[in-house]
């Protein structure tokens, strides 16, 4: 089975806030949730399996003022409405049109790995998003995950130009719900007469599908929507549908949300503004990084040119409580990340810990090539668990002390380097002693894997990585200085271990 991205967060870790999955991150709607529990007893019963009043509700929400389409169905999430329409397609022994099965994305780049899933699983052959001839297309707008986006215009442009006579379209608008309170204008809700006309005049069927689950931060309990272009479309997905795939709290919870301006004009108004700040401030700290999407969504896809160190960072994120999505993970896109929109303090937290490793960047030093697999991970940990191997100089303490006594707002050092077995100190003697006067009782350190070859403990001695380990474990100290730990780069380059410290604020 293919995992999910948004199964990031079912580790053993400490969650602090999921970046990783682009939900809303105002949270559950309050009038959503109140009717999700008002009169809880009815889990008790079947919900109504032409799923009223609930359907009749959203549609008249989604159309307000526009011609409506009443072919509209409601199911466990998008995913499941994908694959049911792919699966009746492809078994559908009426209609013929699809007998070439192939099928084609929406984007010359990569987008949301769920339609290449369900076609492949039906045995679609997957062809170009330019090709002229294939059966199906699938359409994310906008796409998840490179916040590429087309307005009403462009979207009908593609859909004349690519899409051939006698084929299906399907068009996931889950997302464009962000673009604020005039969202129907620039959706396909708006073009009930031109998606009538292309069947009517090429045979091409156009789909809608929405995603309630992320707008509305539900996943948890998963609904969704798909509207067919005829009747005929319509009666066959609830001909093939499993009877009461959609749960009746997620229908109750649905109905609730969209009578909640207040939550949607909160989500239209802050989404841009925390999305903006937080562009600008990753931009600050990682100029060489670009990111993508328009200014509207959730999420921000971004290409840190650096597969080594987007893992890194997608690493130190999760261990601290703040997984984000790594984009080698569905889309092969190894240098890519993929962040999703928070409030402000949980962004302020994601900013702190990918700062922290700014200095690893070798895009940033491009001289430190770092080996794979020589950082574990960066954390915070008790100081009284680390183990010393070596003497300080008290002199070299004391002046360390008073330089960052003199400090006033920002006090940065590198942090400390420790092995990662049993937290014995490879480099920062004397930093740590700082931080003992300084009364700390957690700090900050990098965990390095001390058995790779490219370690060098002294280049001028003969010490090796076992005098380290038993100084430390016999408290046996080696003099002062003893060890000059250096590392050697993929170009061959000798470095200063320190080279690969984060550079941290103590206070």
């Not at 229908?251 to 301006?261: A, F, R, S």
């Not at 590198?414 to 740590?432: Q, S, T, Y």
């Amino acid at each position: 089975m293919e995992q999910h991205g948004g199964q990031d967060i079912n580790i053993k870790i400490d969650l602090i806030d999921d970046f990783s999955v682009t939900t809303n991150f105002l949270g559950l709607s309050s009038i959503g949730k109140d009717e999700m529990l008002k009169e809880i007893n009815d889990i008790t019963h079947y919900p109504n399996q032409k799923q009223e009043p609930y359907k009749t509700n959203l549609i008249n929400w989604l159309y307000k003022d526009l011609v409506k389409n009443n072919n509209l169905i409601l199911g466990n999430g998008a995913s499941e409405l994908l694959d049911l329409l792919i699966k009746i397609i492809r078994y559908d022994k009426k209609y013929k049109i699809y007998e070439n099965k192939s099928w084609k994305p929406g984007s010359s780049t990569v987008q949301y790995i769920e339609y290449e899933r369900a076609c492949k699983n039906y045995e679609y052959e997957k062809k170009e998003y330019n090709n002229l001839e294939t059966d199906i297309t699938c359409i994310i707008n906008p796409c998840n995950p490179t916040g590429e986006y087309k307005n009403i215009t462009e979207l009908k442009e593609y859909i004349e130009k690519y899409c051939k006579k006698n084929s299906l379209v399907i068009v996931d608008e889950s997302m464009q719900l962000w673009l604020g309170p005039n969202f129907r204008e620039d959706s396909l809700l708006s073009s009930k007469e031109w998606i009538d006309n292309m069947y009517k005049n090429n045979g091409i069927l156009i789909f809608i599908i929405h995603s309630w689950t992320k707008f509305f931060c539900c996943t948890g309990i998963r609904i969704g929507s798909i509207i067919s272009p005829t009747k005929e479309y319509n009666d066959l997905l609830i001909k093939y549908q499993v009877p009461w795939s959609c749960n009746i709290l997620a229908l109750k919870y649905i109905n609730g949300c969209i009578k909640d301006d207040d939550y949607m004009n909160k989500t239209w108004d802050m989404t841009k503004k925390l999305r903006h700040e937080l562009v600008e401030s990753i931009k600050l700290i990682y100029p060489n990084w670009n990111i993508y999407g328009e200014n509207f969504i959730s999420w921000l896809w971004i290409n840190t040119n650096d597969g080594q160190f987007a893992k890194l960072i997608y690493d130190i994120c999760k261990f601290n409580g703040l997984p984000i999505r790594l984009g080698i993970s569905g889309y092969n896109s190894p240098t890519f990340i993929r962040i999703a929109v928070r409030n402000k303090e949980s962004n302020a937290k994601l900013l702190e810990v990918i700062s922290t490793i700014k200095f690893v960047n070798k895009i940033n030093y491009p001289h430190i090539k770092i080996p794979d697999n020589l950082i574990i991970k960066f954390d915070y940990i008790d100081i009284d668990n680390i183990l010393c191997h070596e003497k300080i100089i008290n002199e070299r303490s004391n002046a360390l002390e008073k330089y960052i006594n003199t400090l006033e707002n920002i006090k940065i050092i590198p942090a400390i380097i420790i092995e990662h077995k049993n937290n014995i100190l490879i480099d920062g003697h004397h930093r740590l002693n700082v931080f003992k006067q300084l009364k700390f009782t957690k700090i900050p350190v990098l965990y390095i894997n001390y058995y790779h070859p490219n370690i060098i403990v002294n280049p001028n001695n003969l010490l090796t990585i076992n005098d380290v380990i038993n100084a430390a474990l016999s408290n046996n100290y080696l003099e002062p200085k003893s060890t000059q730990h250096m590392i050697i780069d993929n170009n061959n380059n000798i470095h200063p271990i320190v080279s690969i410290s984060p550079i941290i604020n103590i206070i």
